[in-house]
């Protein structure tokens, strides 16, 4: 897949300094973590999934989560595994007949439900050509290194290695007397099978179900004290530089409000759509402001800020609205290039004379700059995230 291949060659052309590129999931590891940007769950047992992979129903979908667990009533998880078997059936008969590239569709990966689902279901071997991964929900020291000895096991025999996503969303993390002892554990867990980590990624909703709370639309999952406490430690334990796993955020979990329930003023700048996109542009954020999208740039803002690339979602509309944020900036690019190519010995004025750019302090933050600008590229001058909502 491409980011924003939906884009004309001319407005390509337009939007970015620096285009997206190819990814599949051959791409080496170091670029593939970072490109699963707006990841979207769906329940497995839902009806035209192959449409949605095959036919590009969402615009700018990227990556795709077939969810096995909490979205599955039990007396529906057989029907749901059939779905699943047939979908991929058909996905690689598509892939086989030449019909559709891979590189066409969207990166796809299956959240089982619990190990010995796992295990019988990789019996089906046939089937998995051309997903890139699985999720592993609830995982934790008690039984993160079955899951991973079982992938481990049946990746000796595939050409691509398949892929895991552990999920932290357990009462080990949550629970601030056990939380850092158990992030160590899981970490000691995953570190010994780094290569097949695509990243890391953070059950919010479990982890707020644990204390009786629902954010709501106006809340960003940072207001809520306990959780962000708690994603805190996770970023703090995985995301240290010399070892750091990529980490993606939270899902926002609404897509439709009512803003006249709004207590607090809306949280998009007129100015900017006005500017950016004319009259269109404050339609544009008014209908935004109508499914509470202000709320989830909001979060991926703050998720940005905190390290995380990618986030879950669980709605189409939300898909444009992630991706577009992780587009690199012309000045961030700029600033990441000078800092590794050595342009500037210990502190420099940035050329943009906003900032001070520092060799050694920064350099980390560079390199992750330009491998999310080989995945999202990198705006032109003057542009940014509005160009792409």
């Known amino acids: 897949m491409i980011f924003f291949n939906d884009l004309s060659q001319k407005d390509r052309k337009r939007i970015f300094f620096m285009e997206p590129s190819e990814i599949t999931k051959a791409t080496p590891k170091e670029y593939l973590s970072f490109a699963l940007g707006a990841t979207l769950y769906i329940p497995a047992i839902k009806e035209g999934i192959t449409g949605i992979i095959l036919d590009n129903k969402y615009k700018r979908l990227t990556s ?6 909490d979205s599955i009533p039990e007396d529906k998880v057989q029907e749901a595994e059939e779905n699943i078997v047939k979908t991929l059936t058909e996905v690689n008969k598509a892939l086989e007949s030449k019909k559709y590239k891979e590189e066409e569709l969207p990166l796809i990966f299956i ?10 279901f990789l019996e089906k071997k046939q089937i998995f050509g051309s997903i890139t991964g699985f999720c592993f929900p609830k995982f934790n020291s008690d039984n993160g290194q079955e899951y991973m000895d079982i992938l ?19 009462k080990g993390v949550a629970y601030k007397e056990t939380r850092i002892e158990e992030l160590i554990r899981v970490k000691q867990i995953i570190d010994q ?7 890391v990624r953070i059950g919010g909703t479990d982890l707020l179900g644990l204390y009786s709370i629902r954010r709501q639309m106006e809340n960003s999952i940072y207001d809520i004290g ?9 970023i703090n334990i995985f995301g240290r530089a010399e070892e750091e796993y990529i980490i993606s955020g939270p899902v926002w979990e609404y897509f439709d409000g009512n803003p006249g329930n709004r207590i607090l003023k809306p949280q998009l700048r007129e100015k900017t759509f006005f500017e950016h996109l004319g009259q269109g542009g404050l339609k544009k954020r008014e209908y935004y402001l109508q499914r509470c999208i202000d709320g989830l740039i909001k979060e991926v803002v703050l998720d940005k800020a905190n390290g995380l690339i990618g986030k879950t979602i669980i709605h189409p509309t939300h898909i444009s609205i992630v991706n577009a944020l992780y587009v ?46 080989y995945v999202y590229g990198v705006f032109n001058e003057e542009l940014n995230c509005v160009d792409l909502f």
């Open 193 to 199: 099978s780094k290569d097949m980590v695509l990243n």
């Open 152 to 170: 481990s096991k049946f990746n000796e025999e595939r050409e691509f290695k398949l892929y895991a996503m552990p999920i932290i969303e357990t």
């Open 111 to 120: 959240r089982v439900r619990n190990i010995e689902q796992f295990d019988k």
């Open 328 to 373: 690199v900036t012309k000045e961030e690019y700029e600033d990441a290039s000078a800092i590794l190519e050595q342009e500037i010995r210990g502190a420099s004025k940035s050329r943009y004379n906003n900032k001070m750019n520092e060799e050694n302090p920064h350099n980390n933050w560079a390199k992750k700059v330009l491998k999310r600008a």
């Open 64 to 69: 795709i989560v077939l969810c096995l667990e």
């Open 226 to 234: 306990v959780i962000r406490d708690c994603i805190s430690d996770i």
